[in-house]
């Protein structure tokens, strides 16, 4: 499958928003708190046109009814805990784009990271442009190969959040 990046689109957040309405009701006694998280939610970072977000719950013992709760929707894919790290992700198709939901707890430890990177891109503009070129760059050499494009992006990332520390 090819790797598409493509210049940001304004209307990711208003996707992001259209996708927890979607899921609110579903999760609402559950008491999620949905996260933006990934290279749409950075305005102005290319990306792929792929909404990531997570849904995480402060009482992790819900997260089984959450993932049946997702799971019976028809517009979602379950994938497991693909890495082990407590993170159930599920994906969907909705048109020009799609949405990458990842289920956890509140102090999942990816879901901090994934936040750390987001809010120091939204702060350091030139970060965040270094990383498009990057993933640009990536996609070119790829050549569809998404261990080869996500594994290129690992130093940038890793770096990023060292640099967020210094800071925080």
């Known amino acids: ?3 598409h990046v493509v210049d940001y689109d304004p209307e ?3 996707l992001f928003r259209r996708i927890v309405g979607e899921l609110e009701p ?3 006694d559950l008491a999620p708190v949905f996260h933006h998280v990934g290279s749409t939610s950075v305005p102005g970072l290319a990306a792929k ?3 990531d977000l ?3 719950f402060a009482n992790a013992d819900v997260l089984p009814e959450a993932i049946e709760r997702v799971g019976s929707l028809g517009a979602f894919t379950f994938h497991g ?3 082990k790290q407590e993170t159930w992700t599920f994906t969907s198709g909705k048109g020009s784009y799609g949405a990458r939901l990842y289920l956890c707890s509140a102090d999942n430890a990816v879901l901090r990271d994934r936040i750390i990177f987001r809010d120091y891109l939204r702060s350091h503009p030139e970060r965040a442009q270094a990383y498009a070129v990057l993933k640009l760059k990536l996609m070119g050499e790829a050549n569809g190969d998404w261990d080869y494009y996500t594994g290129g992006k ?3 990332v890793l770096e990023t959040l060292r ?3 210094k800071e925080g």
Do not use: E, N
């Open 81 to 83: 805990d693909k890495y």
């Open 1 to 3: 499958m090819a790797i």
């Open 49 to 51: 046109p792929k909404i």
């Open 154 to 156: 690992r130093d940038f």
């Open 12 to 14: 990711w957040p208003s």
């Open 163 to 165: 640099l967020a520390s």
């Open 26 to 28: 579903l999760l609402a």
């Open 54 to 56: 997570h849904a995480a």
